[in-house]
């Protein structure tokens, strides 16, 4: 028998398998999805492409608020932002989340190689942008 006391950790114990098997299958599915990614151009080309928001987080970053919005092109490549102002910016009424299909435009940062759970996938890290919501 379990004592009382312990009752709470062990029904959250539940629900903490059910997220962890969700962001697993969910990396499964961005690593499918991205395989075929590549590099969009070199470092301080501009870019105009057409993508869909595919994660977004919103995080600290030293004393500021940060966002992190990762986009998959209509190719299969994979963009990623650093933004300091969350989606929508300024002036609309809707709320764009995952899945939002954008006409995203900007200077490209940097190119990277992620070697931590999709080992290989190669994302284009832009600065700058301009984001024009297609359909929410």
Known sequence: AMPFKRIGLAASAVRAYQRDREKQVRREMEAKATASSEFLGNVKDKIKIDATIIFEK??????Y???????????????????????????????????????????????????RYNVGQKFTVVTRCAVEVLSV
């Open 65 to 115: 608020p940060s966002y992190m919005y990762k986009f998959l092109t209509t190719e299969g490549s994979v963009v990623v932002w650093y933004a300091s102002n969350p989606l929508p910016l300024h002036d609309k009424e809707y709320v764009v989340t995952v899945g939002a299909k954008v006409k995203l435009s900007g200077t490209i940062k940097e190119l990277k190689t992620d070697d």
């Open 58 to 63: 919103a995080f600290m970053d030293r004393r």
